[in-house]
């Protein structure tokens, strides 16, 4: 089977987007399928992760211009002819309709894309993704969800399987566990995630008021600046952005990840967080506000906090509990065994071999 992988993405900056991109892909590969990636992309050359596998990328422009950029990304995938083009759900353009036409298209959706482009982008951006969007689905062979909440929403869709997101888990050393005095606890997000504290749905605000509730616990943030978050807790260490080269010492020295902590604002209550599947990986028990759809029964080393827990300090013993708990421990590895992308990616293959030649 010959597969297209067709993103709009930034190729050149390592994100955990690329990295799990990378493991699908390899896995795919393994068990025997022929891949490519088709990409149009904010900016080049392409993330050094991705050298082994082949990839297409055009430079994206203007979103005025876009779609003559993906016309032309387009042609190329014809003359590579792919059984079946697996693709993120994301921004219609008209040259998408080629696609359809021309190929069995399976798209990835992730996210609730009307509630989150209202907290991401402006007025008229919105306004054309709800007239467009509709486009996009009733082109689209079949669907793969990431969450069965996701899935229900959009039951009326065409076929459709639920595949959380998976982890190369052969990639992340089993770190030891660190002895520090106090608690150390890292939480990793990427730079604008700070513009509007109150509506993100990282939940940055929640992190900044639980270094305030303990002052002597020390919290590492990977991703947003000082610039950009401005005054914080004095126990708060703004890293910026890191590549993981750069921040496997922080989670090496960590003894919990910080997830997500304001689902509740994208109005979803379950997910899986290609950085909470990092921090599983490297044994980080992690606290969170949401149902992960890899362990609907919870999991002793996940903190699962009320959503919409806008005042941690209502928390703050269960929150002492869990950390003192596992403080100089990690997670056992056949605990998370099942997040790895081998089995995950075995079952995609088989979703997308049903529309090989459609």
């Not at 190729?11 to 699908?24: D, H, W």
């Not at 891949?35 to 993330?47: C, E, G, S, Y």
């Not at 062979?141 to 929403?153: H, K, P, Q, S, Y």
């Not at 506000?289 to 903190?303: N, S, V």
Request: glycine letters at 6%; one cysteine or more.
């Amino acid at each position: 089977m010959r597969i297209a992988y067709y993103l709009h993405w930034n190729m050149s900056l390592e994100s955990g987007v690329l990295k799990k991109l990378a493991a699908q892909l390899s896995a795919w590969r393994q068990q025997g399928a022929d891949v490519q990636i088709f990409a149009l992309t904010h900016a080049l050359p392409v993330w050094s992760g991705l050298s082994s596998l082949p990839v297409t990328a055009l430079l994206n422009g203007n979103f005025l211009t876009r779609d003559r950029q993906a016309r032309q990304l387009i042609a190329q995938m014809e003359h590579w002819q792919p059984d079946v083009v697996y693709a993120r759900f994301g921004t219609y353009y008209p040259a998408l309709e080629v696609m359809f036409r021309r190929f069995p298209v399976v798209f990835e959706i992730n996210t609730d894309d009307q509630l989150e482009n209202r907290l991401a982008y402006s007025a008229w951006r919105v306004a054309y993704h709800q007239l467009t969007r509709s486009r996009m689905l009733k082109g689209a062979a079949g669907l793969v969800f990431v969450t069965r909440e996701l899935a229900a929403r959009f039951a009326w869709a065409g076929p459709q399987t639920v595949i959380a997101n998976g982890i190369s888990l052969a990639d992340y050393p089993e770190l030891p566990a660190p002895q520090n005095e106090s608690p150390h606890l890292v939480f990793m997000g990427h730079p604008g995630i700070a513009r509007d504290l109150t509506a993100n749905w990282h939940g940055l605000d929640r992190l900044l008021q639980m270094a305030s509730i303990f002052p002597t616990w020390q919290f590492d943030v990977i991703g947003p600046s000082a610039q950009e978050v401005g005054t914080v807790p004095p126990n708060v260490h703004l890293q910026g952005y890191l590549g993981s080269a750069e921040y496997t010492p922080l989670l090496a020295r960590s003894d919990i990840g910080i997830g997500t902590l304001a689902l509740e604002r994208k109005g979803m209550r379950e997910a899986c967080p290609l950085k909470v599947r990092e921090y599983l990986a490297s044994g980080l028990p992690v606290i969170t506000t949401y149902q992960d759809t890899d362990f609907p029964d919870g999991a002793p080393f996940l903190l699962n906090l009320p959503l919409a827990s806008s005042d941690l300090s209502a928390h703050s013993m269960e929150i002492q509990t869990f950390v003192q708990h596992w403080r100089g421990a990690r997670i056992p590895r056949p605990a998370i065994a099942h997040l790895d992308s081998t089995q995950k990616e075995t079952l995609r293959l088989e979703f997308l071999a049903q529309f090989k030649n459609h």
